[in-house]
């Protein structure tokens, strides 16, 4: 969709329906050395129902000085199926990386299905953020777990600890917004409501984030290669929302893209 000398846009879409019941999605991205890297994802994605269970499963590899920015779309389980949904990222160096998941039980009318959740993230040190979330029918109806609530939206920020962008005013967009700053060098805000994301804070910190590491991005790109700063335009595209029409994945950096199994 974008791309210059030190990275890419790539837009993520799918060429057949999915998830289907029994399909195993997997997507590798490896963001090279000193590259950038923002997928966008063009649709949200519904875990049909069905007998065999479904899953989701991303793995994620950021070089030093590397950066990857993905705002996923929402994540929708329909009734009468298991799904589980695994995240992987591995950080080296200085690299970064933020994500953003929209997850919504149910589609209309419904109350949606059996919902598993990992994230598992980690840098040369060690772990970074382990997170299990069991949201199955069963679980989501304990006491303090999810009760009535249909969606979760979510926005982690790894490799460095941005601050929240502010708050919204009470009661306008559900239960409320929590930021958890990490132990180590990290940052999650998890918005969580009945309706279908009229969270006002997670979409609008996304882009903070986003354009603070991307600033961080290109002052460190700028400092090491004085000489390339000013060929490299396409860096300020990243901040700018896709075309429409823009589907098709733009070559970049070798490495610096995204791999997707049929």
Same mark, same amino acid.
């Given at each position: 969709m #974008?791309? $210059?000398?030190?990275?890419?846009?790539?837009?993520?879409?799918?060429?057949?329906?999915?998830?289907?019941?029994? $399909? #195993?999605?997997?997507? /590798?991205?490896?963001?090279a050395?000193? @590259?950038?890297?923002?997928?966008?994802?063009?649709?949200?994605?519904?875990a049909?129902e069905?007998?065999?269970?479904?899953?989701w499963?991303?793995?994620v590899?950021?070089? /030093?000085?590397?950066?990857?920015?993905?705002?996923?779309k929402?994540?929708?389980?329909?009734?009468?199926?298991?799904?589980h949904?695994?995240? +992987?990222?591995?950080?080296?160096?200085?690299?970064?990386?933020?994500? =953003?998941?929209?997850?919504?039980l149910?589609?209309?009318?419904?109350?949606?299905? /059996?919902?598993?959740?990992?994230?598992?993230?980690? /840098? $040369?040190?060690?772990?970074?953020?382990?997170?299990?979330?069991?949201?199955? =029918?069963?679980?989501? =109806?304990?006491?303090?777990?999810?009760?009535n609530l249909?969606?979760?939206?979510?926005?982690? @920020?790894?490799?460095?600890?941005?601050?929240?962008?502010?708050?919204?005013?009470?009661?306008?967009?559900g239960?409320?917004?929590?930021?958890?700053?990490? #132990?180590?060098?990290?940052?999650?805000?998890?918005?969580?409501?009945?309706?279908?994301?009229?969270? =006002?804070?997670?979409?609008?910190?996304?882009?903070?984030? +986003?354009?603070?590491?991307?600033?961080?991005?290109?002052?460190?790109? @700028?400092?090491?290669?004085p000489?390339? @700063?000013k060929?490299e335009?396409?860096?300020?595209?990243?901040?700018?929302?896709?075309?429409? $029409?823009?589907l098709?994945?733009a070559?970049?950096?070798p490495r610096?893209?995204? +791999?997707r199994a049929?």
């Amino acid at each position: 969709m #974008d791309h $210059d000398a030190g990275g890419a846009r790539v837009g993520l879409l799918a060429t057949q329906a999915l998830l289907l019941s029994g $399909d #195993d999605v997997r997507i /590798d991205v490896d963001v090279a050395p000193g @590259a950038w890297l923002d997928v966008v994802e063009t649709t949200g994605t519904v875990a049909y129902e069905g007998e065999a269970p479904s899953s989701w499963t991303v793995d994620v590899t950021v070089g /030093d000085g590397a950066l990857l920015t993905w705002a996923g779309k929402p994540f929708v389980v329909s009734d009468e199926i298991a799904t589980h949904r695994r995240t +992987r990222i591995r950080l080296h160096g200085t690299g970064k990386a933020l994500m =953003q998941e929209k997850i919504v039980l149910g589609r209309a009318g419904q109350l949606g299905g /059996d919902l598993s959740m990992c994230l598992e993230a980690s /840098d $040369d040190t060690g772990p970074v953020q382990v997170e299990h979330l069991n949201l199955g =029918q069963q679980a989501r =109806q304990m006491p303090g777990v999810f009760g009535n609530l249909r969606s979760m939206d979510t926005v982690t @920020a790894l490799g460095w600890t941005p601050e929240p962008t502010g708050e919204p005013k009470a009661g306008t967009t559900g239960p409320g917004e929590t930021y958890f700053p990490l #132990d180590r060098s990290g940052a999650v805000l998890r918005w969580m409501g009945i309706g279908r994301f009229r969270d =006002q804070l997670c979409d609008a910190t996304f882009t903070t984030w +986003r354009e603070e590491a991307m600033r961080d991005y290109r002052h460190r790109h @700028a400092t090491r290669n004085p000489g390339h @700063a000013k060929e490299e335009t396409g860096l300020r595209e990243v901040d700018r929302e896709p075309a429409a $029409d823009g589907l098709a994945a733009a070559a970049g950096r070798p490495r610096a893209g995204t +791999r997707r199994a049929p």
